[in-house]
């Protein structure tokens, strides 16, 4: 079953400043409030298939809030993703399979308007996998009180598509995916950007580990922090109508066994290789495989 993806989180020492990026290139964040205990704030860029991107924030600029310790620790951009779901069945199954968890743990949120949001999260996985496999989140108050609606309507973006997550040892990376939430097996996907880049059919992820002679700003993020998400794409049914919307750049194509997407990044230094928009194909792809014990079929699957 394909994972969907409730919000991904971008991590960055000042509020004002990522707002005033994320403006910038066309996008606009709506304030989501000051998280229980005062010492972080988010805005939140929500999409309407229910997913979003939210901003966090220490509410002092520049300092280092533990609030958040082990679902944010480096403010420096891309920092987590997350899944709804039963945060106790999912920490349930990790124990069985001799994975260490953390929570269930409450959490609540103060609106502008005064609404309390509040949730459960739970985190599960060896430390090395902290990035690579999501956190869980499940409401407790409705969503709608976290979530109040989306802010990108009636535009040619749709949702948060794919978590692009830097890994060193994609063997190990795979193992956890597939071991907890039963990816199937990768395959490779050839872009401009310096890096090799492995993608699940049909899941909202791909493990990317750069080229370890190219200096690049990829590279770079990874060497900065533990292996977690370098960059977040966002979904567009319509890539011209994004193109013409917001600032984007560096368009390229990214190739898959047999097909195309274009990517494109926002053109604004804080984002560019952070966040950037895909195209939005569901295309089903017929690969022949050889089975010697019954000869030539079609592998049909469907990418993201």
Not at 68 to 84: F, K, L, S, T, Y
Not at 158 to 175: F, P, Q, R, Y
Not at 280 to 290: G, Q
Not at 295 to 303: E, F, K, N, P, V
Request: negative net charge; proline residues 8%; contains cysteine.
């Amino acid at each position: 079953m394909s994972l969907n993806i409730d919000h991904v989180l971008f991590a960055w020492p000042d509020h004002d400043e990522i707002l005033s990026a994320c403006e910038a290139v066309g996008l606009v964040p709506r304030f989501g409030g000051v998280h229980d205990g005062g010492e972080t704030q988010n805005s939140l860029i929500a999409f309407p298939d229910g997913s979003y991107l939210e901003l966090i924030a220490p509410t002092e600029p520049g300092t280092n809030p533990d609030r958040w310790a082990g679902i944010v620790d480096h403010w420096r951009g891309p920092e987590n993703w997350c899944i709804q779901t039963d945060v106790r069945s999912i920490l349930t199954r990790a124990l069985k399979m001799g994975m260490p968890v953390t929570g269930p743990n409450p959490g609540s949120r103060e609106r502008p308007d005064g609404t309390n949001a509040e949730w459960t999260i739970g985190r599960y996985g060896p430390h090395q996998a902290r990035g690579v496999l999501p956190f869980a989140i499940a409401d407790r108050t409705p969503r709608e009180f976290r979530v109040p609606g989306a802010t990108v309507m009636d535009g040619p973006l749709t949702g948060v598509a794919e978590v692009l997550i830097g890994v060193e040892s994609v063997h190990d990376s795979t193992k956890w995916l597939q071991q907890i939430h039963d990816f199937p097996t990768p395959i490779d996907v050839t872009t401009p950007l310096a890096a090799d880049i492995l993608t699940f059919p049909g899941q909202p992820v791909s493990l990317l580990k750069p080229e370890t002679e190219t200096v690049s700003a990829l590279a770079h993020q990874l060497d900065e922090t533990e292996q977690q998400p370098l960059a977040f794409l966002l979904s567009t049914k319509d890539f011209e109508a994004a193109i013409e919307q917001f600032a984007l750049t560096d368009i390229g194509e990214w190739k898959y066994r047999h097909r195309r997407r274009r990517v494109a990044w926002f053109d604004v230094d804080l984002l560019r290789t952070r966040v950037g928009v895909i195209e939005d194909d569901w295309s089903v792809i017929r690969s022949p495989v050889y089975d010697p014990n019954h000869g030539m079929h079609w592998d049909t699957y469907i990418l993201k």
